[in-house]
Structure formats: structure tokens, C-alpha cells
């Protein structure tokens, strides 16, 4: 069997856990064959990942979960967040209440958190190098549209800074353009096996020429509820700076991530990519940065060659000689510089001719100098129904809001603070061609954290991201998250039953 029939199989099975069976129903008295539109249904349970924080002694990390209301959930489910490897204390709890967040230190045996009611974020926390993966499972309201942001601050040493992820869910393939084996980077890709079986990993590397030889990427076992962190420098002996890290499980799922540390500029998460298509939108370039590094890469046997604009508060521009040509099994690089030059900016990426699936993330760069901090933003997915971001504080928030194609209406909604304060709403117009870095709305009388849910009215797509800052040993270090469609709701078909099948 190979590898596409296994994903495949892999998808369905993951479908049918969070849609659930479409229910048989009698045949309509009235005889009428016409077939009903699907019902747009919460999904009854969603699975989030979260890689080990930091190996670092100083490191401080905060995590923060968020549900927003879904109607048509029901009043029942549970949530929680444990350490990978063990099992939770709170399994049978039924109705996922809690006592808001519990600091953690090293391993758990306790959630490190449990979800309240949605609509209200929930917080934990947990120090030092010890501290775990943890494999989170929400199940019935507070399933749709789970998200846990995972911060970290690093107040010294390799990748200094503020790190910060969107736990992810598990899948069986993933792309990371813009990895890297150079001499100032360390960079880990994180493997998350939330299920009771091993999962068995491949992992490939593309540089500028093409395909890296590996020496140990193939075959790589993470076991049941477990977390593995494979560093890439051991994988290859020849270093590169532009790197396409592309994850494949051959068997089982997991969730992955790559964490970047640079030994001068900081680090960060490097989220996957959307999946590959012939368009890009790499949303959210801070209007501060003094270098943006763009790299992406060609999955297929094309070669691709992209214009690269810039949507800026005025519409798309196109920087002076930024067309790029990426060949067929290669990663290839551009510098941009500051290519925001003080403005607010997404990147597009659009074919000049045919349209040839690609993936591609920015690296961002901020401050100068000893001052320098870096963050990157992958590929997104459009917005669509919904998404949300969890962990955004009173100060140092940037939500960028993107309308590549037609003007869009958009609402934006804060949730009340996780120890206090009344949810606020706006809505915004993005004009076509355009990024608007909003003036984000924060709960009135707000205490602790809160979580921004992002909603399309009408118009157009529209991408987000968001950028959270913080003075880190006297580093202003800045982390982005994307912000794609959440998936919670899901479209269930009205079924019939047909006994005449099994006389066929």
C-alpha cells in the first residue's frame, strides 16, 4: 500500500471521528428525490498538540485555551491539556469543569489546564527546560473551534525571545519552507503522537539544488503519546540556510512543528504551511521589519515562477525586481529587505503564467543589532467562517487583516479576559488589494488575557494574523500566528435509508 492510499485512509478516519455517523432517516412521504443540502454541524471532537516549550532554564511558558461559542453544541463535553506520556488525572471528569489554569513544573500529573465554559479563555503555566509536550482532547461544546496558544519567554541564550504556537491537530503530511541547518541556527522539528500506537515518520529535506541525502530521516518511530524532537543538523552533513522541511507519516498521524533558534536574532515557532496551491498569502509583515526573507518551494515536477506584491493600506504594489522562479524539487530564497518600509503589508503570491502548487513562509526579522528578534509567518489558509487567537494581553497586540481579491466586511469580537471583563465587538471594512492593521478591541474592564475570534461578513476572502509583543531582558520580542479557518463546523450529508442496495 503506498503512501498516498495511506493518507487517504488516514483522512477519512479522522473525518468520520469528528463529524460522527450521518444519521439514517425514513424516506420522505412526499416521494421527492431531490437531494437536501448538507447541515453545517459542530464537530463533536477536536485534537491539539502541543510541543515541548523550551530546553532553556529560563524559559517561561504560558499557555492559554479558548473556545468560542458554537450554537447547536449541546450543554455537555469536556476538555483538557496533559503532559505527553501520561495519563490525566481529570479523564472522567464529564462535564470538563476545573479550576482554571495549574502551574506545572516538569512533568504532569494533573491537566495542566481545563477548559471553563467557552467563550472565556483559561490559562496555565509552566517553567524551566523540563517541561513537557502536552496532547489535548476537546469532546462535545467544547470541540468547535479549540485553539491553545502556546508563549514562551526566553530571557537568555540560543534563540532568545518570546516563542510562540498555535497547538496544532494531527495529521500525516506537513511542509516547513524556511527551516534551516546554517552555522547560526539550531533548528528541532517537533513529532506529537497524541494515539495508544506508534506513529513512523519520514522526514525529507529540499535545498537550493534539490533533495538533501539523510541519513536518518526515514522511518523515524515516535511512540504512543509521546513527543520526539529531532534536531535537522543530525539528519544531513551539509549545511544550508534556505531549507523545505517536508514531514510524511507512514503510518498513524502526529502533529508537527519546527522550532528555529538563531544564536543572534532570537527565534521562533515556524508553523506548517497552508497546503500547496498556485496562490500564496503570507499575511501580517510587521511594518517595523528590517529584513524579510521569503522562501518557498515546488512540491510537483514544474517549475513555478510567481509575482511577488506586497498588499500594503493603499493596495498591492510590486517591489522592483521581485519576480521568483522556483524549479520543480527545490527551495528557492529572496531577500525582500524592508520591504514594508512603514506600512502595514501582506505578501502575495500569484503565477505569471500557469499555476503550479507551491508552499512558502517569510522569515521576519525586527531591531537591529545586539536588539534583533525574528518571527515567521507560513503560508495561510483564508479566514473563512472563522478563527480565533487566544493569549492577546492590554498591550503589544497587532491584528493585520488582508483582502487580496474583493473589499470584505469584517467582525472582530475580544472575549472576556480570563479573570475579568465584558467581551467587545467591531467591524471593519478591508478595501481590495489591501492590509489594515486594526485597532484591535479589548474587553472593558479587562483582567488577565483574552481571546480575539475573527468573522467574515460579506465580500471577499480575508486573511489575519496576529503579532504579540513583550520586552524580554530588554528585547522588544515579537511572535505571529496566522489565523486560518478554525474548522468547527463541518458539513454533515442528510442520509436515507435505501435497503434496495442489497439486492445489487
Known amino acids: 500500500m503506498n503512501r498516498t492510499t495511506l493518507s487517504l485512509i488516514a483522512g477519512a478516519t479522522a473525518l468520520a471521528a469528528v463529524t460522527g455517523f450521518a444519521a439514517l432517516t425514513a424516506p420522505d412521504a412526499s416521494g421527492d428525490d431531490t437531494a437536501r443540502a448538507a447541515a453545517q454541524l459542530p464537530v463533536e471532537r477536536t485534537s491539539l498538540l502541543c510541543p515541548q516549550p523550551s530546553t532553556s532554564e529560563v524559559a517561561e511558558t ?10 447547536g453544541t449541546g450543554a455537555k463535553g469536556k476538555a483538557e491539556l496533559a503532559a505527553a506520556g501520561e495519563d490525566s488525572a481529570g479523564e472522567d471528569s464529564a462535564d470538563g469543569g476545573g479550576d482554571g ?7 504532569a500529573t494533573k491537566p495542566v489546564l481545563e477548559p471553563q465554559d467557552p467563550g472565556k479563555p483559561v490559562t496555565g503555566s509552566t517553567d524551566g527546560a523540563e517541561a513537557p509536550a502536552l496532547i489535548g482532547l476537546a469532546e462535545g461544546k467544547y470541540a468547535p473551534g479549540w485553539t491553545v496558544q502556546e508563549t514562551t519567554e ?3 541564550g540560543n534563540g532568545r525571545g518570546l516563542l510562540g504556537t498555535n497547538c496544532t491537530a494531527p495529521d500525516t503530511e506537513f511542509w516547513f519552507p524556511g527551516a534551516s541547518t546554517g552555522a547560526d541556527r539550531v533548528d528541532y522539528v517537533h513529532l506529537t503522537n497524541p494515539d495508544d500506537s506508534a506513529a513512523v515518520v519520514d522526514i525529507e529535506l529540499y535545498g537550493k539544488d534539490g533533495a538533501l541525502k539523510t541519513t536518518v530521516g526515514e522511518g523515524i518511530t515516535v511512540k504512543p503519546r509521546s513527543s520526539e524532537p529531532v534536531l535537522l543538523s ?6 544550508e540556510n534556505d531549507l523545505t522541511v517536508h514531514v510524511s507519516v507512514r503510518s498513524g498521524r502526529v502533529a508537527a512543528a519546527v522550532q528555529a533558534l538563531d544564536a543572534k536574532a532570537g527565534g521562533d515557532w515556524l508553523a506548517p504551511s497552508a497546503d500547496p496551491a498556485g496562490s500564496v498569502v503570507i499575511p501580517g509583515i510587521p511594518k517595523d521589519a528590517t529584513s524579510v526573507r521569503l522562501v518557498a518551494f515546488a512540491p510537483g515536477d514544474q517549475d513555478a515562477d510567481l509575482k511577488v506584491r506586497l498588499a500594503t493600506p493603499s493596495g498591492l504594489i510590486t517591489p522592483v525586481g521581485n519576480e521568483l522562479h522556483v524549479k520543480a524539487g527545490m527551495t528557492a530564497a529572496v531577500d525582500l529587505g524592508d520591504v514594508t518600509r512603514g506600512e502595514a503589508g501582506s505578501l502575495v503570491l500569484t503565477p505569471t503564467d500557469d499555476s503550479v502548487p507551491v508552499v512558502a513562509a517569510a522569515r521576519v526579522v525586527r531591531g537591529k543589532g545586539a536588539q534583533q528578534e525574528t518571527a515567521f509567518i507560513p503560508g495561510s489558509r483564508a479566514v473563512g467562517a472563522r478563527a480565533s487567537v487566544a493569549d492577546n494581553r492590554s498591550k503589544g497586540v497587532t491584528l493585520a487583516l488582508t483582502a487580496p481579491g474583493r473589499t470584505a466586511e469584517v467582525k472582530v469580537t475580544a472575549s472576556p479576559g480570563s479573570e475579568g471583563g465584558t467581551a467587545t465587538t467591531k467591524t471593519y471594512t478591508i478595501k481590495s488589494g489591501t492590509t489594515q492593521n486594526v485597532a484591535v478591541p479589548v474587553p472593558s474592564g479587562l483582567k488577565g488575557t483574552y481571546a480575539l475570534t475573527v468573522e467574515p461578513v460579506s465580500g471577499g476572502s480575508v486573511y489575519a494574523s496576529r503579532m504579540l509583543e513583550a520586552t524580554v531582558n530588554g528585547v522588544t520580542g515579537f511572535t505571529i500566528q496566522p489565523l486560518p479557518d478554525d474548522r468547527g463546523t463541518v458539513a454533515v450529508p442528510d442520509a436515507e435509508q435505501d435497503l434496495s442496495v442489497l439486492q445489487r
Open 234 to 239: 543530525t539528519l544531513t552533513e551539509a549545511p
Open 101 to 107: 489554569g495549574k502551574k506545572q513544573t516538569g512533568k
Open 154 to 156: 526566553v530571557a537568555a
Open 62 to 71: 504560558a499557555y492559554t485555551s479558548f473556545t468560542p461559542v458554537t450554537e
